[in-house]
């Protein structure tokens, strides 16, 4: 390619046009009957259909080497050829022939030519004209093109459907209509799934980080709650996760002054009872957690055999995967050395409040 590049100089002139040169053995024909001279060498490195095309006639002796290239204006195909030797062109024709170049680089398979021209289409997607690259997308295998102008046509339906274009495919081609009205429904629908994932991720992350702050508090201590083995005010200022962990030590403090209690009906005991039981299910530390009741509750799951109900290991499964992710983005908090650590944890009682 490197040595074809430097004939353009001589096949150009200031305005682009193509001038016969010495070396042109081909003629590329056109829809206005133009004969645009080219160099074999040039098209068939650029482009593999043009060269099985110009290999055709040699194999059959003819000496009359043209190539019609007919349905686009003749100006295209100049900036065509044009960029098979500079494999340049201007936005200026860009915004002139863009539709007419993704043709041509999808028929004459020119890779470069065409997310040229994928790019530069998408950049002038207008409500004007966005049926007709729309269904050209379409047929030159350009999902992202298609799909730019899919959401640009679904949220602008009511000025398109006033275009010419609209017209026409709703008489033309009453299918890629239906493709596109189907493509809106779904989008719809994606976005309300979407919406509620997005939802269901925020729960599980906010859980995931509750019981990042649980062991956060039971091991290093935080502003106001720590481990009673712990020397108090160690860390005074607030952690990276100081809403949560606010939250959590507000809680622990309720857990373990409150009268009612769980099986009081306190709603607020209920949740850090939940809490602690969520901890044990993920917890990784066999023997020595210093998080109250996670050894309490292990032994229990053990003891029933059973285990937990499918929703309850659904919700373990959402917060592990949701901790992993978490972890993945954020730096991970250091862990102390792990302190000789009291075996049991009679509930509350481990804590300095
Ligand atoms: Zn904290
Ligand atoms: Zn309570
Ligand atoms: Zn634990």
Redesign the pocket.
């Given at each position: 390619m490197k040595e074809t590049l430097a004939v353009i100089g001589d096949v150009q002139t200031a305005e682009g046009e193509m001038q016969p040169t010495e070396a042109a053995d081909v003629h590329i024909i056109t829809s206005g009957g133009v004969r645009i001279p080219a160099d074999f060498s040039v098209l068939a490195s650029a482009s593999p259909v043009l060269e099985s095309i110009i290999d055709r006639p040699r194999k059959h002796r003819s000496s009359d080497k043209s190539i019609p290239i007919l349905g686009v204006p003749c100006d295209a195909v100049s900036v065509f050829v044009q960029f098979l030797y500079s494999s340049k062109c201007s936005e200026e024709q860009m915004e002139k022939y863009g539709i007419h170049l993704l043709a041509l680089s999808h028929v004459y398979l020119v890779p470069q030519l065409k997310q040229r021209c994928i790019k530069g289409l998408a950049e002038r997607v207008t409500v004007e004209n966005v049926v007709d690259v729309l269904q050209l997308a379409r047929l030159c295998d350009a999902p992202d093109l298609y799909l730019r102008c899919v959401k640009l046509l679904s949220s602008n339906l009511k000025a398109v459907e006033q275009t010419e274009g609209w017209k026409f495919l709703q008489n033309h081609d009453p299918w890629l209509e239906l493709d596109i009205l189907q493509f809106m429904d779904e989008a719809e629908l994606r976005k309300k799934r979407n919406r509620k994932h997005r939802e269901e991720q925020s729960l599980y992350l906010q859980l995931s980080e509750a019981m990042d702050c649980l062991e956060h508090i039971c091991t290093e201590g935080c502003t106001s709650v720590g481990p009673c083995d712990m020397v108090p005010g160690k860390n005074k200022g607030p952690c990276s996760k100081f809403s949560t962990c606010q939250g959590l030590q507000l809680l622990i403090k309720?857990?373990a002054t409150?009268k009612?209690?769980v099986n009081g009906g306190?709603l607020?005991?209920k949740r850090m009872w939940q809490l602690l039981r969520l901890h044990s299910s993920i917890c990784e530390q066999p023997d020595e957690c210093k998080v109250p009741l996670c050894r309490q509750f292990k032994l229990k799951v053990q003891q029933e055999k059973k285990g937990a109900d499918a929703r309850w290991k659904l919700l373990v499964r959402k917060v592990i995967s949701a901790k992993a992710l978490s972890s993945l983005t954020l730096p991970k908090r250091k862990r102390e050395e792990e302190p000789i650590m009291n075996p049991s944890h009679p509930g509350m009682r481990t804590f300095r409040l």
């Open positions: 309720h857990f409150c009612r209690r306190c607020r005991c």
